[in-house]
């Protein structure tokens, strides 16, 4: 079987995903063909230097719907000739594009790939799509589904996890993030977003808030205790699946759940032959993926499964793995994940996480693949082993290593 090869990783700074952000009056398409055109630039991809463009972005309407890769696509300087995919994998859109273009590598269908997402979550609002197992009661009723703050409460419930360890974690990603961005981690992998003009809109993480200190976070009211007690009640539901629990502990808020924010990430995939044909060098090797599924109330334990399946499956040790990329959807999600293998935190987000930076849906399993290969490259470590929890109950993983 063909081995698959990162050799690029892009992505634009995220901006607020509100009105007032910076990247509010960029389109999806827009903002996709600037990482595009980006790694074009980059690897000087000429006439149809890749098999496809597969793009995830999870709320699919509007300007984000209709095959939006192929829009992108013909929005950026790539040539016409290269097709386009949209996928939606929900969180995980992004890596999986990422997997899946490395699968179809490995596979032999086509030897290079441009895969990533993106999300524009002030224009195009996160449900605005619907969801059949929230809105159609027969399914929602018999998955017993509640909205995916309660599922990171009903984590911290059952695995009893504090407030406090939550927000301890909230200010650490707070403090990587400043960190890594004054220490110029991101400068290899991340462009500035500029308007047609060719002025610059965004060059950085805008969503990231230095001042954060457990004082501050201490003060916000739980996120999703009204709609889990009182108004519609969404306790109940998950108790009824989880009875030996007398109450859920909300502990989860703005300031240790991920960010609303827009931003995109593309990665380029080849086989070895592309890269010699086109004279660039490979930086790491996707060594193995995953997905799975899992409970849909509890919802957000994928990452746990997920890694285990994919060590399972690569014959890959716990042990050989030096660096790890958790998204952080909500704390517990990666406090979890810390108990459930026994790793070290030092060496998970080491350049803050989706708490300080925010969580574009669609890009963010991209934006953590390159942001993971980097750190090793940076550190001269070998393997790395990035994972996101995903909506209705799903895991996905990815493992690189370094060549």
Known sequence: MTDAYIYDTVRTPRGKGRADGSLHEVTSVRLSAQVLDALKERNNLEGHAVEDVIWGNVTQVM???????????????????????????????????????????????????????????????????????????????????????????????????????????????????????????????????RDING????????????????????????????????????????????????????????????????????????????????GIKPRARIRATAKIGTDPTIMLTGPVPATQKILKDSGIAISDIDLFEVNEAFAAVVLLFQQAFDVDPARVNVNGGSIAMGHPLGATGAIIIGTLLDELERQDKEMGLATLCIASGMGAATIIERV
């Open 199 to 278: 002025l610059e809109i965004l060059s950085y993480d805008e969503f990231i808030r230095p001042g954060t200190d457990m004082q501050t976070l201490g003060a916000l009211k739980a996120s999703f205790k009204d709609m889990g007690e009182i108004m519609p009640g969404f306790d109940k539901v998950a108790l009824l699946k989880y009875p030996q629990f007398e109450r859920i502990n909300h502990i989860h808020h703005a300031g240790n759940s991920s960010g609303i924010v827009d931003g995109a990430a593309g990665v380029l995939i080849g086989s070895k032959e592309f890269g010699e044909r086109m």
């Open 63 to 193: 300007e984000q719907g209709a095959c939006l890769a192929r829009s992108a696509v013909l929005a950026s300087g790539l040539d016409e000739s290269i097709p386009g995919l949209a996928i939606n994998r929900f969180c995980a859109s992004g890596m999986e594009a990422v997997n899946l273009a490395a699968n179809q590598v490995k596979g032999g269908a086509g030897d290079a790939y441009i895969a990533g997402g993106v999300e524009m979550m002030s224009r195009v609002p996160m449900g605005s799509d619907g969801a059949a197992i929230a809105a159609d009661p027969s399914l929602a009723m018999e998955t017993y589904f509640v909205p995916q703050g309660i599922s990171a409460d009903l984590i911290a419930t059952k695995y009893g996890f504090s407030r406090d360890q939550a927000d301890a974690l909230a200010v650490e990603s707070q403090k990587r993030a400043k960190a890594a961005w004054d220490a110029g981690h991101f400068d290899k992998s991340v462009i500035t977003v």
